[in-house]
């Protein structure tokens, strides 16, 4: 019985780990596809501004 549960948990480490992995990167790229949103939302913020002190009378 000790070969079972051995042989069990060995079969199932290889996809757990492959599991953890590609959440761990899926995780990356969607905090980084948020930042990067936040940061284009603020330059673009700043560039409306500046846009609209270069022609207020318009």
Known sequence: MDDFW???IWSL???????LI????????IHAD?????????VEAEERAK?????PAA
Do not use: D, H
């Open 22 to 29: 590609f959440w761990f990167v899926m995780r990356a790229v």
């Open 13 to 19: 480490a290889p996809t757990v780990l492959i599991g």
């Open 6 to 8: 051995a042989n069990a």
């Open 34 to 42: 948020r930042n990067e949103r936040k940061a284009y939302s603020r």
């Open 51 to 55: 846009l609209a002190k270069q022609r």
